[in-house]
């Protein structure tokens, strides 16, 4: 037995949809290290493209927006007496589609429904999928490094809400059995999704240079992350966020992007 002990474990991951993303990684690295996988996702055309870089392996569609199929996926599951070991919620949006706005200038509208997909999916997922959850199952959600310091708009309180929410799940799955709930924090990284938020790639540029190493937060490393709190070798830690970010949130007055803001200002 190897020290993650992942061989002959199988683990539902969500939100694959191209080889830049978190989820890839971390399915490739759970691949890797013996574990089988099932994956949902949001439509014919992702589900496609996933089926290419993991073949043979179940994709069903999951709108995780929609309550009814979240309900039906459960029951699909259970009926198919698959049992699970952990499940990876890398599920997020936001509509920027009119930039990015002061928070209070927030629509409603945008704000329910990034809510909807981006933090109460996990809770509704979770929900429906804990018959078929081994009983020392694993959670994990994809955070951000920082909900208060963001320059994300409205997804800053949102991933705080998702944050809450990996501690209160933790907490009422408790009650009869042992499924544990935690959450990456990530630092900036370099995604197609991310390269969809207004103004993200100034402050990818900006964050590399506040890691103690000034180098960029790969998504192997995030992925690496994710795969050892799915994994029996994290057994001790529940409800709570694993920070990733190369050190930066340590160094946010780092003497050369300080030295250089001062020798350039006016």
Do not use: W
């Not at 069903?60 to 698959?82: H, P, R």
């Not at 930039?99 to 509704?124: N, Q, W």
């Amino acid at each position: 037995m190897n020290f993650l002990n992942l061989e002959n474990k199988t683990f539902l991951i969500t939100g694959v949809a191209n080889k830049k993303s978190v989820a890839y990684f971390s399915a490739k690295t759970l691949l890797d290290n013996g574990a089988d996988l099932i994956f949902t996702v949001q439509n014919e055309t992702i589900q496609k493209k996933v089926q290419e870089l993991f073949p043979s392996k179940i994709i069903y569609i999951l709108d995780a927006s929609n309550e009814n199929e979240i309900v039906d996926f459960g029951k699909k599951l259970l009926k198919e007496n698959i049992k699970l070991h952990g499940f990876l919620h890398s599920i997020a949006f936001a509509n920027y589609s009119e930039g990015m706005k002061p928070f209070h200038e927030t629509k409603l509208r945008d704000y329910l429904e990034a809510t909807t997909i981006s933090c109460f999916s996990l809770v509704e997922i979770a929900k429906n999928i804990k018959q078929v959850l081994d009983t020392n199952a694993s959670v994990v959600t994809i955070s951000i490094s920082n909900t208060r310091a963001t320059n994300y708009g409205y997804m800053g309180p949102i991933k705080a809400s998702l944050d809450a929410a990996v501690a209160f799940l933790a907490k009422s799955f408790a009650s009869d059995s042992e499924v544990r709930f935690n959450a990456i924090a990530s630092g900036p990284l370099k995604t197609s999704a991310s390269a969809g938020i207004p103004g993200y790639i100034e402050n990818y540029l900006f964050a590399e240079q506040l890691t103690l190493r000034h180098r960029a937060l790969h998504t192997q490393e995030v992925a690496n992350s994710v795969v050892f709190l799915l994994s029996p070798a994290s057994s001790g830690i529940n409800a709570t966020s694993m920070l990733v970010d190369a050190g930066m949130s340590a160094n946010y007055f780092d003497e050369k992007v300080v030295s250089k803001f001062s020798q350039n200002k006016d």
